[in-house]
């Protein structure tokens, strides 16, 4: 009974481990300029918050390939943790049971929820949780710094321009949120 009690504890502390990392991924993602200046004339911010948020926004790239190196490293290392535990302690049909529930409960509350949740309230994650992102991608930057090499040595690093139907896209979606009104979206 000990056994399964950590089998069960090891698979939620995952879950859950990734699925906040899952959310930060996604609101770093999320964090362009343009939503990041519309936040910050809605809210009054502190310091540290404002500090946190533009770091975020001005490395966001770096900041999501930070959550998704934490990501992997959580998934293999309590992935491989979980299957040793399962496998010790069920066998036949139940080792496949416990691994499908497993997949699934991965599948939906460590991706699927949390970047729903990321993106339905943006504003309210990024403006709590900047510097946890901040924090993911300090400790992650080692890993980020030689990803980065591997894409100047191949040549990756191109900067990239927004194509017109871009454009059009992320203007047409923020005047539906009433961000910008019709007047700027036809300058835009």
Known sequence: MNELAILLGCSLVSIL???LV???????????????????????????QRRMIQAVMLRRDQHMAGAMILQVVIGVVSNSTIGILAFHLFSGHAIVVYMVLSIYAN????RSLPKVLARSHFEAVLTHLAWLIRLVFIITYPAVLLTTIW??????????????????????YYQEKGVIGHLEENIL
């Open 107 to 110: 599948i939906v509350f460590s």
């Open 17 to 19: 481990l990734s699925g």
């Open 22 to 48: 899952s959310c930060l991924e996604t609101v770093a993602m999320l964090a362009d300029e343009f939503k990041v200046r519309s936040l910050m004339q809605k809210r009054i911010l502190s310091p540290f």
């Open 151 to 172: 894409i100047k040595i191949l040549r990756l690093d191109r900067k990239r321009t927004l194509r017109m139907s871009e454009l059009k896209s992320i203007v047409t």
